[in-house]
Nanobody
């Protein structure tokens, strides 16, 4: 059974920080988690889901313009976990944040259940 479990969301004031985690489990990830491209997406009320950041097998990262310089994505392959460090949060960052796993070679794509991030002023 494939699972992506996010944690670390919550309520934070403008200018604050949060660190999201996403733990991947299931036989499809066993010993090969490192090859998966891992990403974070978010969806604010009334808006479409948007890509926030991603990290590839080689550690290459990319970010949306709205979070570049404030968010950092990283991974710990030994723990089958990907992180999103979010600094200098503002109200526009309020959303449900979803973890995503995408296989680089086959049509396999998985989502977590999401974690709520609320930034209050």
């Amino acid at each position: 059974q494939v699972q992506l479990v996010e944690s670390g969301g919550g309520l934070v004031q403008v200018g604050g920080s949060l660190r999201l985690s996403c733990a991947a489990s299931g036989s499809i990830f066993r010993n090969v988690f490192s090859i998966w491209t891992m990403g974070w997406y978010r969806q604010a009320p009334g808006k479409q889901r948007e890509k926030v950041a991603a990290i590839t097998e080689r550690g290459n990262t990319n970010y949306s313009d709205s979070v570049k310089g404030r968010f950092t994505i990283s991974r710990d392959n030994a723990k089958n976990t990907v992180y999103l460090q979010m600094n200098s949060l503002n109200a526009e960052d309020t959303a449900v944040y979803y973890c995503n796993a995408q296989h680089p070679f086959i049509a396999a794509n998985y989502w977590g259940q999401g974690t709520q991030v609320t930034v209050s002023s």
